[in-house]
């Protein structure tokens, strides 16, 4: 019962600071272009070929 008492104080202190957490990557935009990254994938670069094939010489 006495472990209760140590444990409830952590579990909100880190509640907290997840939300804090959260908040701040919202305002800081990392939410703001989720789609980019996944089609970033696909989108045909050639530069970077053009990068990737001079290495290989």
């Known amino acids: 019962m006495d472990v209760i008492y ?3 104080p952590g579990m909100l202190l880190l509640g907290i600071v997840g939300v804090i957490v ?3 990557a919202v305002k800081s935009g990392q939410y703001d272009d ?4 996944a089609h970033s994938v696909l989108d045909d670069n050639d ?3 053009k990068i990737t094939e001079h290495k290989d010489r």
């Open 6 to 8: 140590g444990l409830l």
């Open 34 to 37: 989720l789609d980019g990254a």
């Open 47 to 49: 530069e970077l070929k």
């Open 22 to 24: 959260f908040i701040w």
